[in-house]
């Protein structure tokens, strides 16, 4: 027991020891803390406080597209599936599966024995009423028939006449004639079938223009207007961008989503669009010139208005200082917004650092991160230090060194790949352009005739 004990006030010995060595070397007082005390205090007394470090960028200018995005699908200009008026056999097929037709065009014939026999039937009445009237006419002028018997024999031509154009319209209506022009698609009958009226043959589509059809949120109908330019893309030819011209713009808003109706027409004389593709489209508004924008990570929202930090100097030479003002904001676009007031062209607003300026006038430091130095002190605006423009000048020399022989590249000897396209191109423009030779298909009559 006693044994115990013992070992019992070693440790408690040694716990109190090994503390009193560790709240020693703690609260050492260093000599190196003493003599770096004064330094700091002297420089706190003689210098200005330390300027905080901010990233910044310029108020530049570019044009911006007021656009949209939405997504549609293609219709044919015209498209109708034909159908015949009346019942009857196949007789004759006059077309075949994807072929172009025109408008008046015998497609179909059907068997038209008995309408024929009719026809011929009502021609040899009308015959006979026309010479039965004839004689009446002869008849009366010598008083020896009433004038009720003349009426009477015209009144008969008349009915001859109207039974005689029955017969020729039932005989027409066996010819299912082709609408407007257009191509074919896959026919569904075959010589010798029935078809009762209204039965399906096949469709007929106009692909010289196509429609496409889109809808845009409620809020931007006071934008789209008829005319408008309208960019798509469609996933059946990824890479191939197209053009469509806003027709009209559906006067009624759908109720359910809130969304207007709104429809292109895209010049496809060259056949590479179909009816039914999916398009993606950008819907273009209009376009701003010289408009100001500044990077997206200067705007600062706060209480329902938006702010950025604008760099000015400052009172003493080669200073900087903030400076907080309140901004309009126009157009978004990745990356960028655009300051409608509150800045001019070529001022410095601060990306980074917000947080560092509470307040106006704090003095700043403009750094930039990009540099391989990574927090460099970048040069201030308006002034440039000796340090600063050798490097600039060496590396302006090197490109300017490089730049002949970049220029000379092409037109170096046995460098066939640049003098390829030269010949091509050409060709290939004037391809083009004879394949979509004549008035734009989109056109409307009075627009084509301007």
Known sequence: MAYKKKYAVMALVGVGVASGVAWWLQNKPGPSADASKPAVSAGAASGPAKAAAVEVA?????????????????????????????????????FSDGQRVRKGQVMVQF?????????????????????????????????????????????????????LA???????????LAPFDGVTGLKQVNVGDYLKDGADIVNVEDLDAVLLDFRLPERFQAKIRAGQKAQLTVDALPGRPFTATVQAVDPLIEANGRSVGVRGCIDNRQRQLRPGMFARV???????????????????????RTFVVKVVPGEQAGTLVSERVAVKLGLR??????????????DTVVTAGHQRLQKDGTAVRVVDLSQPGGGRAAAVPGQASASAVAPAGAA???????????????TAPGSGAAAKPGPSAPAKTMAKNAAVSGPNPCLRDGDAAL
């Open 282 to 304: 950008t819907a273009v508004f209009g376009a701003r010139e010289n408009a100001m924008v500044v990077p997206e990570e200067a705007i600062i929202p706060q209480g329902g």
């Open 396 to 410: 302006s020399a090197a490109p300017a060194a490089s730049a002949p022989a970049a220029t000379a590249a092409p």
């Open 166 to 176: 029955l017969a020729d319209a039932t005989l027409q209506r066996l010819k299912v």
């Open 333 to 346: 676009q990745p990356g960028k917004v655009e300051v409608l007031e509150g800045l001019a062209a070529g």
């Open 111 to 163: 068997e038209d024995q008995l309408q024929q026999a009719q026809v011929s039937q009502a021609k040899a009445e009308l015959s006979i009423a026309e010479a039965n009237h004839k004689r009446n006419q002869e008849l009366v002028t010598q008083n020896f028939i009433s004038k009720r018997s003349l009426d009477e024999s015209g009144a008969a031509l008349e009915v001859s006449r109207a039974k």
């Open 58 to 94: 310029k108020v530049d200018t570019m044009t911006l597209v007021d656009e949209t995005q939405a997504v549609g699908s293609l219709r044919s200009r015209q498209g109708v599936m034909m159908r015949p008026e009346v019942g009857g056999r196949v007789k004759h097929i006059f």
